[in-house]
């Protein structure tokens, strides 16, 4: 996961917190957390690059619309990458009292 860029990870999270997504969907998830438009320049290709790199799954529902999945290896890093930040988070908390 370190060789992802934010927006990646960003996609990750969406992917995995819906039931195979499309990429409008996807989108407007990110526009939401944004707060502003994410053009199809660069969405798809960050969509492809995960896809590349084993972490989602991609399937057709059409011919025009393709969904998205996590794969087991994209759960694992994102469980991993939860678990490395939850150590900074905590100690954060921990401090704040």
Do not use: C
């Not at 290709?45 to 994209?74: F, H, S």
Request: net charge negative; no cysteine.
């Amino acid at each position: 996961m370190y060789d992802l860029t934010a927006f990646q990870r960003d996609v990750l999270y969406t992917i995995a917190g819906q039931d195979e997504p499309h990429g409008l969907a996807i989108k407007d998830e990110l526009e939401e957390y944004y707060e502003t438009e994410i053009h199809h320049g660069r969405l798809y290709p960050n969509l492809d690059e995960v896809v590349d790199k084993g972490l989602v799954e991609k399937g057709e529902l059409d011919k025009r619309t393709n969904y998205y999945t996590i794969t087991a290896r994209g759960q694992r890093e994102l469980e991993a990458r939860r678990e490395w930040e939850e150590q900074y988070v905590e100690s954060l908390t921990s401090s704040a009292e």
